[in-house]
């Protein structure tokens, strides 16, 4: 095999890793190099001749000529005799090129030069994924699921790359089978064992970013400022928007129409509900914006210690928790101010705490009432058994027990 037949091999890497002629080659030049290195000790008399166009390589070996006998390095000289035998004409002091074809190189230099072509070309593979997909964090991109595992699942991208889309980075309603297609947002890059490990995420907050950059032309532009996103997975999200033109309303213009340009992205996020709210810097304002949909009665904030007290209607109180605690939970980290919600004192002077039923209410159901929102007797009251059954995930039995029980204290 001569020297030249490597190059159209080792191209077919070409077909399936991203890599250039150009690279193919300087990594083939610098094999070579290598090579010849451990074969006779250095490189400086060699040129490796790396031809794009023709796709071939040649190795020559310059050597000045001197008499026989004289030749003190090998490398450098060559003896008069062993000249002529390349070039009948040349004379002493001349410089002859000789060139070093495959022959020359032993059966397992030969083997050793294929490894170390192959283990250059994945080093670079994976280098080059790294960089570039390190460059492409916080973007969102789409792929194919290509396997679906109990812990994650493999996507590739339109260039075969493998992204992995862990259990804790999905959204709990999502599903997915292979051949499906998903988007996600690129969270993190790492190098795992000398290959790169791509980590894509539906759960980040980044996400729902991009997505309404990608879905709304005021944000994408900069018209609209998103001030700060905070999720629930799956259930519920929160975005403080803010716009310094005041032509532009930046909460109708993120919901549009009817919904219609935030429903593109709520169905993306497998129906996550989204609440889109005017950033302030005036902390009463910002929070009870934070709490919609509930009204409140009144606030107090103490902005040293970040806390806030809310004062409500009963009726509201279930609405400012919301189902599993997410909206109040949410308003908290979006605003950073710890948030406890009371009921108007005028309406709730005859309450009775729903604790205090714990011997004729089991403890399982009075936690999920007040998951809900309604941790006193009249709360309770205040809903119906459906709205109470739906919210709470509760029997009808149990709630008509509940209710019969509440009214029996009031009567």
Known sequence: METKDLVPIFAEFKEFKNIDRETMMRILEDVFRSTLIKKYGNDNNFDIIVNIDKGDLQIFHYRIIVEDGAVTDPNSEIAYTDAIKIEPDFTVGEEVAEEIHMKDFGRREILSIRQNLVTKIQDFEKDNVYHKYKDKVGEVITGEVYQVWRKEILVMDEENMELTLPKNEQISTDYYRKGDTLRAVVSRVDM????????????????????????????????????????????????????????????????????????????????????????????????????????????????????????????????????????????????GYEIDVYRDAETDGEDVDLKEFNDEIDQWVIDALIDIGCDTAKSVLALSADDIMKRAELEEDVVNHVMEVLREEFE
Do not use: W
């Open 192 to 335: 795992r064992s000398g290959s790169p490990l791509i980590i894509i995420s539906r759960t980040s907050p980044v996400f729902l970013e991009r997505l309404f950059e990608q879905e709304i032309p005021e944000v994408f532009d900069g018209l609209i400022t998103i001030k700060k996103i905070v999720r629930a997975p799956g259930e519920r999200a929160k975005i403080a928007v803010e716009s310094y033109d005041e032509r532009i309303d930046p909460v109708g213009a993120c919901v549009g129409m009817k919904g219609g340009r935030i429903h593109g992205i709520v169905r993306e996020l497998r129906n996550e509900s989204i609440d889109v709210i005017n950033y302030t810097d005036n902390p009463q304002l910002y929070i009870t914006r934070a709490l919609s949909p509930a009204k409140i009665s009144d606030i107090i904030v103490d902005e040293e210690k970040k806390k806030a007290d809310v004062y409500m209607k009963p009726d509201q109180v279930s609405l400012a928790i919301g189902k599993g605690g997410y909206n109040i939970k949410l308003a908290g980290r979006l605003t």
